[in-house]
């Protein structure tokens, strides 16, 4: 089964790393991407560049930022292929985000 790890991140943490912990975090971002079971990820652009949509009366209205205002912002993604719900709780475990003041939310994908 696919699970989706969804990544938030506290707005700074990773500016308050130094320049050896980011890159050893960064290792390990890297090396869950390199792993035969990941079928997909991403990291997302900061906040600052979203934009919100929503339609009300059939009208398409945008926002810029994100929805809403939170202490952890949705920063990235991985998907994989896991054999159950503990893998991916463990895969998930092992996300820099997890131990840094965010947290990883773990989600089976719908497969068509």
Same mark, same amino acid.
């Given at each position: 089964? @696919? !699970? ?5 991140? @506290? $707005? *700074? ?10 890159? +050893?975090?960064?290792?390990? !971002? ?17 906040? &600052? /560049? +979203?934009? /919100?949509?929503? #339609?009300?009366? *059939? @009208? /398409?209205? /945008?926002?810029?930022? $994100?929805?809403?205002?939170? @202490? &952890? #912002?949705? *920063?990235?993604? !991985? ?13 998930? *475990?092992?996300?820099? +985000? +997890? ?5 990883? &939310?773990?989600?089976? #994908?719908? &497969?068509?």
């Amino acid at each position: 089964m @696919k !699970y989706a790890l969804l990544i938030y991140a @506290k $707005p *700074g943490s990773w500016e308050s790393l130094s320049e050896q912990e980011r890159q +050893a975090a960064q290792g390990e !971002y890297m090396a869950l991407s390199d792993d035969p079971r990941c079928t997909a990820s991403a990291q997302l652009q900061p906040i &600052e /560049t +979203a934009t /919100t949509v929503r #339609v009300q009366d *059939g @009208k /398409t209205l /945008t926002t810029d930022g $994100p929805f809403a205002d939170t @202490k &952890e #912002v949705f *920063g990235g993604y !991985y998907v994989f292929d896991a054999h159950n719900l503990d893998d991916a709780i463990e895969l998930a *475990g092992r996300v820099p +985000a +997890a131990r840094m003041h965010g947290c990883v &939310e773990v989600r089976p #994908v719908v &497969e068509q």
